[in-house]
């Protein structure tokens, strides 16, 4: 068995791409969390402890938002940085601004039909002291393996 | 993680305490293995003989009793209530080596009945990402 991410990797080259919905971890992390408080007596939530982020894999449509938006309010490039932008979404520090969220709304590809795309949860601890935790909850979730074939 | 949770939250306990974990592959792949090696006995056996009608039929009962039993032996491992025997141990070690293993689950179950929900919970949250896979 090969991690996701590896074999992603690995297969790239056979033109196959593994695509990862966290959609729903979002909620499914929250309920595990408030529970693992609410059995052990502690008064607090999840929202109080971490910062959950669902962000879509795929940053180039980000990046053509984020671009469409600096042009259309006439705002100069370099005064913004979309990566540092990108990492403080991430580790929570920030909201997601607007062209994030506009970038998120759903699409339809070639056929009209729903299209949808890679999506990843981030954790983060709102303290230090709980960062150990955030990283292993996320290697929890992605724990899994999954494996591709491809014939031909 | 759980281990990190409880040392976190200053609970004096162990994911072990609470918690059974358990690694299967789904029944079918035991039954598959244990049909294989049924065969391979019997072929050992009774290579000459030939096999009446009334004796495949009995066989077949006896089949499809085995396949009841290791579903029902998969499900209490899988439950925590038993420990895995030999024969799924082996039946693992065997799959591991085929050109096309079979997917394995964690199961995990709640050592006392309060900590069920939290059971489900994070078994939820293991499997609630989604993957495809897309051929170009």
């Known amino acids: 068995m090969i991690p996701v991410h590896s074999f992603t990797d690995l297969i790239t080259n056979s033109s196959t791409v593994i695509y990862t919905y966290s959609d729903g971890a979002l909620k499914a992390c929250q309920e595990m969390i408030d529970e693992f408080f609410k059995e052990f007596g502690i008064d607090k939530k999840c929202e109080d402890v971490f910062n959950l982020v669902l962000l879509m894999e795929d940053t180039d449509v980000y990046g053509e938002c ?23 979404v991430r580790s929570g520090e920030i909201e997601k601004p607007k062209w994030m969220i ?25 303290s230090p002291e709980n960062a150990p935790l955030a990283k292993l909850i996320r290697k929890f979730l992605y724990s899994t393996f999954h494996e591709a074939e491809y014939n031909g | 993680m759980i281990d990190e949770f409880f040392k976190a939250l200053g609970v004096d306990k162990k994911c072990d305490d609470v918690f059974n974990l358990v690694v299967t592959m789904d029944s079918y792949s ?107």
């Open chain 1, 102 to 126: 506009e970038a998120e709304k759903p699409k339809k590809d070639h056929w009209g039909e729903p299209s949808r795309s890679s999506t990843n949860l981030y954790i983060s601890a709102k």
């Open chain 2, 30 to 136: 035991y039954t598959e293995y244990m049909d294989d090696e049924e065969e391979d006995d019997e072929e050992d056996e009774d290579e000459d003989e030939d096999e009446g009608s009334e004796e495949e039929e009995e066989e077949e009962e006896e089949e499809s009793v085995d396949e009841k039993s290791i579903a029902k032996t998969v499900k209490d491992v899988q439950e925590g209530k038993i420990a895995k025997p030999k024969w799924m141990v082996d039946a693992e070690d065997y799959a591991k080596n085929t050109d096309e293993p079979p997917e394995t689950f964690l199961h995990i179950s709640a050592k006392s009945p309060e900590f069920e929900k939290l059971a489900q919970l994070v078994s939820t949250f293991l499997y609630s990402t989604e993957q495809e896979a897309s051929y170009g």
């Open chain 1, 66 to 88: 984020f671009d469409k938006w600096l042009e259309e309010n006439g705002i100069d490039p370099d005064s913004i940085d979309f990566e540092e932008t990108m990492k403080k």
